[in-house]
């Protein structure tokens, strides 16, 4: 029960950063606001923020690392065999029904800094990659035919696919339903590839 009650704790201390930094960048600019300033702002210590966030630029990708670690434990979760296609839906699935994140009311400000700072881009792509390896490891272990640059093509084509689908529905303004019915479409179009593991 401790245990429960720490985690949530600690879900709602991170949380409570995330959402403080976010809404300082945009009212003060990403520049303007300071370490010191979120941490104010979520009524913690700065020595506090740095527990949960290595750096400031890392606070912009919160819900991008929840989203990585459920990716993680869903394909982990799926039973031996299961098909590509199958898998890729289960995790798109279970990834963007978190809260927040590009579904969240912050996701206009998200995506305008990561696109505008090149630290947050440079960012951003050390989580692509590490979603892309998550994926490629997962394939591998469930597809042992497969050799690591198949694995690894798939995987690309994938979190490239489900990337530039996001980033255009969102500067298309689309609301988060809309959002999410274009990554399964996505997964729709990539599937083709996916199936051709199967044969």
Not at 7 to 17: G, P, Q, V, W
Not at 27 to 49: C, H, K, L, M, N
Not at 118 to 143: C, G, N
Request: net charge positive.
């Amino acid at each position: 029960m401790a245990d429960g009650l720490r985690e949530r704790k600690k879900r709602r201390t991170r949380r409570a950063l995330a959402d403080a930094a976010l809404r300082l960048f945009a009212e003060r600019g990403y520049e303007q606001t300071t370490v010191a300033d979120i941490a104010a702002a979520a009524e913690v210590s700065t020595r506090t923020f740095f527990a949960y966030f290595p750096t400031r630029e890392d606070v912009v990708f919160a819900d991008t690392d929840e989203r990585i670690a459920v990716m993680r434990e869903t394909l982990t979760a799926l039973p031996g065999g299961t098909p590509p296609v199958r898998a890729v839906h289960r995790m798109v699935e279970q990834v963007f029904a978190t809260d927040g994140g590009m579904f969240g009311p912050a996701r206009a400000t998200r995506t305008a800094l990561v696109l505008t700072r090149p630290e947050l881009r440079a960012k951003a792509l050390e989580r692509l990659l590490t979603a892309q390896q998550i994926f490629t490891d997962w394939l591998r272990t469930a597809y042992p035919k497969l050799d690591a640059v198949a694995a690894a093509t798939v995987s690309g084509a994938l979190m490239g696919g489900l990337v530039g689908a996001a980033l255009a529905s969102l500067d298309r303004g689309d609301p988060p339903e809309r959002i999410r019915a274009e990554l399964e479409h996505a997964v729709t179009l990539i599937a083709r590839g996916l199936i051709a593991i199967d044969e």
